[in-house]
């Protein structure tokens, strides 16, 4: 039987709210793939930190018909690797140094719920930064830090409590998407590791952008950062 939580906040979920605002969202990255598709017949798109099922909300057919190849770029991967619909291709990178890759390479950057994951304020200011420098246009979502439930805990109000108080929730256990953490050093790396942003945050770090509030009930839920510029 589906739980609240599955029903409001998983994205494996196709009828979830979680779910079904991602797919209201994907309609920014969309007209960015069409403009690219419209002035260049193809599409290349760097998805920073991300994975293959993102991208079923937007279906292999639309893929297919813009000519879209996507670069997978994540931690997780080790190597690089082509998967056999020739749309996707895997790099092991970390956000914060894309070394492989050059300015301006891709035509869209992506991310999705990442750079609140990155680390510090100097971590997050990279991996803006590598966003930026590898396309000529960007979509960077992350959840909103004011959003009164926290994303990742799934706790009302948990990213406003002290530090101490985080860690040591989360070392009694399971917070929503996030396990027991076994010792202190655990729980303190998870609780550093989900850092969210505020608005002021988000044009610091991405000033040429486009700031666009997702709204849940009156409430900005998370932010969207759309900036560059496609050269002619």
């Known amino acids: 039987m589906p739980t609240v939580r599955s029903m409001l906040w998983d994205n494996t979920v196709p009828t979830s709210l979680a779910s079904r ?3 209201a969202r994907s309609r920014y990255l969309r007209d960015m793939i069409d403009e690219v598709h419209l002035h260049k017949g193809s599409c290349t798109i760097a998805d920073v930190g991300g994975d293959r099922g993102y991208w079923d909300i937007f279906g292999e057919n639309y893929l297919r018909s813009k000519n ?3 670069v997978l770029a994540n931690l997780k991967f080790n190597g690089n690797g082509t998967a056999r619909d020739g749309i996707f291709s895997y790099v092991g ?10 300015d301006k390479q891709f035509d869209i950057a992506h991310s999705n719920s990442l750079i ?9 200011k990279s991996a803006a930064d590598e966003t930026r420098r590898i396309a000529q246009l960007y979509y960077v979502q992350t959840p909103n830090y ?5 994303p990742h ?13 985080r860690i040591a929730l989360i070392r009694k256990k399971k917070r929503g998407w996030i396990d027991k953490a076994e010792n202190y050093s655990d729980a303190a790396e998870v609780v550093e590791g989900c850092d969210l942003l505020t608005i002021t945050e988000m044009k610091t770090l991405f000033p040429d952008a486009v700031i666009i509030p997702e709204r849940f009930m009156l409430l900005t839920k998370s932010l969207i950062a759309i900036g560059g510029r ?3």
């Open 230 to 232: 496609m050269e002619a």
């Open 68 to 70: 879209v190849s996507i």
């Open 21 to 23: 605002m991602r797919a």
């Open 116 to 124: 609140e994951h990155v680390g510090s304020w100097k971590d997050k």
């Open 146 to 150: 004011w959003f009164p439930i926290e």
């Open 153 to 165: 805990f799934l706790i009302p109000g948990f990213q406003f409590l002290p530090k101490q108080a």
């Open 93 to 102: 990178a970390d956000a914060r140094a894309l070394d492989d890759f050059e």
